[in-house]
């Protein structure tokens, strides 16, 4: 029998952490057909891969991407797959698009994940045509997927459509027994139509879009520990993970999760937890030295299943002057980011009560827990209309003028038209050492990219790339910290494991969903900075990643959707090659496995 595609003499990762080997992949109807250290007979195959040299990996898995517009827009979701990426999960943080309806949903999403308000409504009023889970299911399964998609039901979407978005933003507002039984069948329903879970947000810094409830924090954060307890029953039941973000102002926050997720206290079955976030974050720089050993030793104790997800790169961010969300971590900087109209932003910027409420803010938070450091020495600024200013910090500014770095830092913005000045600034991961420690940390698994979010703020797409890049410099320098099969595992069956997700192996009999790596190409092309204009997104820039001499090829369901820096004719418009990967079918167990 012929194949329909040949990846010859490649070194071949399956996903599972075993040690690579040399091997010829067929592949045929979209599965690994053979696997085999001898050559394959290539008659009849017309896609041949001359891989000598390269890597074949199973495709890489994102499991915290923020696609749930774009993937109506786009669907082949490019900027993930040109990457080796080729399973997504949308629903993250409390935000789906489920239940709600079209402007709750807008008014949900977008402030969050800054992301446009109109394009966010414009792709749901276009294209929203479900009311139900399954509907959505069967309705994101009839795109033209690039990548496979799965999803979580968000918690802020389904307490808005029982309560509506008003009630389900007010603190004097409790659900009555009837609305939290209606949360648990609706959740329940999400569940049966094979979405892998719930997602939930703890903590009170994103807040709402839109004019009616503009500024409320999001409805997930107003939920009592009764509510949370009341549908983690359901996902227990259901086996199902629940990924959220503890508030890290409480202390007892985090506690409360391995509580809720441990099997002790008369409970049946623990619950698969997914929380953000593990950092090497420069505003505490001791954490680090704990956080892993905290986590294994309750989940030791407490018989508990939480793993905290991790960004395996630096975590550098970029703003548009104040447009960053660390802002909404003061109510003064929320009142700044609440105003849309540039003149009167900058009209608050420069009132001197305005600075004296945000300065007073800003100090009593300096030393508070936060992943921002709120360093002005280390924010530099990229580009501004004054060009004297670029390359240097707000706080050398304020050095030079004698003033707090925060007044520096707003007069540059009153001085210049707040959106013109571009700075940059690196919140964590930023010491190698502890880096590679997070990486092999057995109590956190790879996420966090935020993939379709904050588009002129991060570009975490190839972040799978650069942590390979990162192992392979350790073996070229000859401080190795880990193995490229431990790395490649942790990108790929591990996280769809724990996840319950049918993807990231690729061995005899698996969907071949796979990346071509050159190795030699793992260079500083993954680790530099480029924009690239969103048509869908009415041609605004966004921060991407380019890299393309890195993946040799990426291919989803059997087919090679990007060789070479190109997509597939059609790709994402009138070819599928991806598909809704429903809960149930679960993992493949991963003999051999890493851990």
């Not at 496979?148 to 808005?160: A, E, F, P």
Request: with cysteine; glycine share 8%.
């Amino acid at each position: 029998m012929t194949y329909d595609v040949i990846i010859r003499d490649g070194l071949w990762f399956d996903g599972t952490g075993s040690a690579p080997q040399t091997r010829n992949l067929g592949i045929r109807d979209g599965v690994v057909a053979s696997v085999s250290s001898s050559p394959l007979d290539e008659t009849g195959c017309t896609e041949i891969i001359d891989a000598k040299g390269m890597w074949v990996v199973p495709g890489f898995v994102d499991v915290h991407t923020h696609y749930d517009a774009e993937v109506l827009l786009d669907p082949g979701l490019r900027e993930s797959v040109r990457h080796g990426v080729t399973t997504v999960l949308l629903g993250m943080c409390s935000l789906s698009t489920v239940y709600a309806s079209t402007d709750d949903a807008a008014d949900l999403f977008s402030r969050v994940e800054a992301v446009p308000r109109k394009f966010v409504r414009g792709a749901l009023e276009d294209n929203k045509t479900w009311t139900t889970p399954a509907e959505y299911v069967a309705a994101i399964d009839s795109l033209p997927l690039g990548p496979n998609v799965s999803s979580l039901l968000g918690h802020s979407d389904l307490r808005t459509a029982v309560l509506g978005l008003d009630r389900a933003t007010d603190h004097s507002v409790e659900p009555t027994d009837a609305e939290l039984d209606k949360m648990a069948a609706m959740l329940d329903d999400a569940l049966g139509a094979g979405m892998l879970g719930m997602s939930g947000m703890d903590a009170a810094i994103d807040k709402l879009d839109g004019e009616r409830f503009r500024s409320r924090a999001l409805p997930s954060t107003f939920a009592t520990w009764r509510e949370r307890r009341k549908l983690i029953k359901v996902l227990r039941k259901r086996g199902r993970i629940l990924q959220s973000a503890p508030n890290v102002a409480k202390a007892e926050s985090g506690l409360l999760f391995f509580l809720s997720s441990s099997p002790m206290f008369g409970l049946r079955k623990g619950v698969r937890m997914s929380l953000l976030v593990s950092a090497d974050a420069k505003s505490m720089p001791l954490a680090v030295h704990v956080f892993g050993l905290g986590t294994r030793l309750l989940n030791f104790v407490l018989r508990s299943k939480v793993r905290f997800q991790h960004l395996p790169v630096p975590f550098e961010l970029y703003s548009d002057g104040i447009d960053l969300p660390v802002f909404e971590e003061f109510g003064a900087g929320t009142a700044a980011l609440h105003l849309r109209d540039q003149l009167e932003r900058n009209t608050l910027l420069a009132d001197e009560d305005y600075r004296r409420r945000f300065r007073r803010q800003f100090d009593r938070k300096k030393f508070g827990p936060s992943l921002w450091h709120k360093d002005f020495h280390e924010a530099v600024i990229v580009e501004c209309p004054d060009t004297t200013l670029i390359g240097k910090s707000f706080g050398a500014i304020a050095d030079e003028r004698r003033i707090h770095p925060l007044d520096a830092f707003l007069d540059v913005l009153v001085e210049n038209g707040e959106r013109n000045v571009r700075w940059t600034t690196t919140v964590a991961n930023h010491r190698p050492k502890q880096l590679n420690k997070l990486a092999t940390e057995p109590s956190i698994h790879m996420g966090f990219s935020d993939a379709g979010a904050h588009l002129r703020n991060m570009a975490f797409y190839n972040s799978s790339l650069r942590l390979l890049k990162r192992v392979l410099d350790g073996y070229r320098d000859g401080r190795p910290f880990m193995t490229i099969e431990h790395a490649v595992y942790r990108l790929t069956g591990e996280v769809s494991e724990w996840f319950g997700l049918d993807a990231g192996t690729l061995r005899e009999g698996d969907r071949a969903d796979f990346v071509v790596i050159d190795p030699a190409a793992l260079d500083d092309s993954v680790d530099s900075y480029h924009e690239e204009k969103v048509p869908f997104y009415g041609d605004l820039s966004r921060m991407v990643n380019r890299n393309d001499a890195t993946v040799v090829a990426t291919g989803v369901g059997g087919a090679i959707v990007f060789r070479d820096g190109e997509f597939r004719e059609g790709y994402g418009k009138t070819v599928k090659s991806g598909r809704y990967l429903r809960a149930g079918a679960g993992h493949p167990q991963l003999v051999g496995s890493s851990v």
